[in-house]
């Protein structure tokens, strides 16, 4: 494969930057910096421009049955000590917001929307890392018992969820690693 300059430009330390964040400190990042990231966030790419994102502001009432409802689903499949334990470190999240995307009869609509919704968490999520602020994007059993469809107030049939996003300030960031370009490139003539 042909050699090339890895870009240093901020934007590509923005994005090979960003983690997937487990551990935040306690304070809650401020409100508006997550309107921020949710207006640009809806600039993502969108096939028939179906906008089919709704970002849904989790309060603490609401985070909290959430932690309740996980912790149930984790002390029936794996005990009550394991729910416990799940209980202790949901309820340490200071931030709490899930993407729903409008579901379609038509597959392939379907799948460019849930495509869209993807990018646009990703828009969403760089920008908050860049105003220091990380997110965990979990599709855990949780976002898709019935009950969790319950508490965000919408009904099935007519959106999905596609992700429950942690965000706060990180008191941790995990390395990962991505495999070298030349593993993940095919040439064709
Ligand atoms: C669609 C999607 C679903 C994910 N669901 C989970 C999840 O349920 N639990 C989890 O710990 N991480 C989840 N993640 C985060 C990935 O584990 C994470 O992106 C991966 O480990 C790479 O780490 P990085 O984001 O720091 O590069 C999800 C990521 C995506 C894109």
New binding site residues.
Partial sequence: MESFTVSESPLAELIRG???I?LFQPEPPPLATLLQAIELARWAPNHKHTEPWTFHLIGPQTAERIVDLNAQLVAQAKGAAAGEAKRTRWAAVPGWLAVTCECSDDPLQAEEDYAAC?CA?QNLTLHLWDAGIGV?????AV?RDPAFYELLGIDRSERRV??LLWYGYPASV?E?RRKPVDEIVVELP
């Fill in positions: 960003r983690r997937t487990n993807c968490i965990k994007w979990s599709t855990g976002t596609i992700g995990p990962q």
